[in-house]
């Protein structure tokens, strides 16, 4: 069974998208949450991870330390990750990866905290600009293979890569088009989303960066965690 190596769940975007893909595909994993170091986890993620971050997969002696190659690695033996058209599978594959490399204004000023509402202090240029693209991206996929997910009527690994932002788009109150925060929404009651959300509220631990990366956004209009 695979075994997938994630960070805290209030926290860390990227451990949630291939948590949220295995658990909403109903692929069997075994989950080991290791929590976030004060100053810096590189040397206790390295105990797993070659690249000392999270997430991390194991399947027996193969590890994929990347949360993109965990996707093309699952849909190796899965074929429900990806679309099953040619031209779906295309476009989900390229907004993923623009999600997972890109969007780096939104990372910075919006970060991930699954607990914390925030009134922003502003919405510079650029943060606007990422905003208006995954609004723009959304409604395209949206629109154009017409189902409730972004590649059509099934969840697929690009539902799982923008999952994070649907978090942030609540929780920042992110200005968005009716279409595209209605997906986020959608995205947000999923039942696997909804567990990984309950899981970061009950979570004890407080890391430094983490929460003046928090602060430095605006202000904090409530704390639902325990």
Not at 83 to 88: R, S, V
Not at 136 to 141: A, K, N
Not at 147 to 155: K, N, P, V, W
Request: charged letters at 25%; aromatic letters at 12%; a negative charge.
């Amino acid at each position: 069974m695979y075994q997938l190596f994630i960070a805290n769940k209030n926290y860390s975007s990227w451990s949630l998208r291939p948590w949220l893909l295995l658990r909403q595909l109903e692929i069997p994993f075994g989950e080991e949450l290791v929590t976030f170091e004060e100053g810096g986890s590189w040397e206790k993620f390295r105990r797993f991870a070659p690249n000392g971050l999270v997430p991390c997969l194991v399947d027996g002696e193969t590890t994929v330390w990347d949360s993109l190659a965990i996707a093309e690695y699952l849909a190796e033996a899965h074929s429900q990750v990806w679309p099953a058209e040619k031209g779906a599978r295309a476009w989900a594959r390229c907004a993923a990866a623009e999600m997972h490399s890109g969007f780096s204004t939104l990372r910075d000023i919006c970060t991930m905290n699954c607990g914390v509402r925030v009134q922003l202090a502003e919405i510079p240029g650029k943060l606007q600009k990422d905003i208006g693209r995954i609004d723009e991206l959304w409604c395209e996929g949206l629109r154009r293979f017409g189902g409730a997910y972004l590649a059509g009527e099934e969840f697929t690994a690009v539902d799982a890569f923008f999952a994070p932002v649907a978090i942030r788009a609540k929780n920042y109150s992110l200005p968005l088009t009716e279409t595209a925060a209605a997906y986020a929404e959608r995205l947000l009651q999923l039942p696997a989303m909804q567990a990984w959300i309950a899981e970061a509220l009950q979570e004890p631990w407080r890391e430094a960066d983490h929460e003046e990366e928090l602060l430095r956004a605006g202000a904090i209009l409530e704390d639902l965690r325990q």
